[in-house]
């Protein structure tokens, strides 16, 4: 069955350190990858995707992501952590293979003390 | 352009009533979708639909039910709300024909509690 993993449920970083969030996913086809934000009660907004080319791609707010295929992972990065990224992240995966319908990971919740 | 709205933001029902949540998209897509969001739970997929007048079941339809009679519109209704329904709804689209890899536009939620 197509997955995607987030591992970590929290994770808490001081404020100007750097960020690394994981996400791994298990689908037949390579997938189609995508990070999304969600702010303290708003809806879900996008930060990057990834469709094929080049594997590393930039996203908004000075985030960038790596695609590994041979580690089936997708982990999400910013070189130095502001206040205002504290906030939910949610990797999703889909695929042209099957179902057009994306899979979600459970979220990673990012705490960042001053 | 407004993007993706939800009506209402917030709702407070007792066990046994019914509401319809209204979903609103100005961007022509064609897919949009229905998500509720628990504490650890992520988002889970209740209904969604590929175009005006279909609609299918996702990861947890039960005690739920969507009509798309408008290409602009996907209504949730819950017609005997159950505590375990108090959550919070995001209603999503996408672009037409190319949703799978084409990203979700999310509106801003809908936070419902049921005593």
């Not at chain 1, 094929?52 to 992501?65: H, M, N, P, Y």
């Not at chain 2, 046994?16 to 897509?29: E, F």
């Not at chain 2, 997929?45 to 339809?61: D, F, M, N, R």
Request: net charge neutral; hydrophobic share 30%.
């Amino acid at each position: 069955a197509q997955s995607v993993t987030q591992p970590d449920i929290h994770i808490t970083v001081s404020e100007g350190a750097s960020l690394e969030l994981r996400c791994n996913y298990s689908y037949g086809a390579t997938p189609y990858l995508f990070w999304y934000v969600q702010s303290p009660g708003q809806g879900l907004q996008l930060l990057l995707k990834y469709f094929s080319g080049d594997t590393l791609v930039q996203g908004i707010k000075g985030f960038e992501a790596e695609f590994k295929r041979s580690q089936s992972s997708f982990n999400l990065r910013k070189p130095s952590v502001h206040w205002s990224d504290a906030a939910e992240y949610f990797c999703a995966a889909t695929t042209s293979g099957g179902s057009y319908i994306p899979t979600f990971g459970r979220g990673t919740s990012l705490i960042v003390h001053p | 352009n407004a993007g993706v709205t939800q009506t209402p933001k917030f709702r407070v029902l007792k066990t046994g009533q019914s509401m319809t949540l209204l979903c609103a998209q100005d961007m022509n897509h064609e897919y949009m979708y229905w998500y509720r969001q628990d504490p650890g739970m992520g988002l889970r997929l209740i209904h969604y639909s590929v175009g005006e007048g279909t609609t299918a079941k996702g990861e947890v339809p039960d005690g739920y039910n969507v009509s798309r009679l408008k290409k602009q519109n996907f209504l949730l209704g819950l017609e005997s709300a159950a505590p375990s329904q108090t959550s919070v709804y995001f209603c999503a689209s996408s672009y037409p024909e190319r949703s799978y890899y084409n990203e979700q536009f999310f509106g801003p939620g809908t936070r419902l509690t049921v005593l």
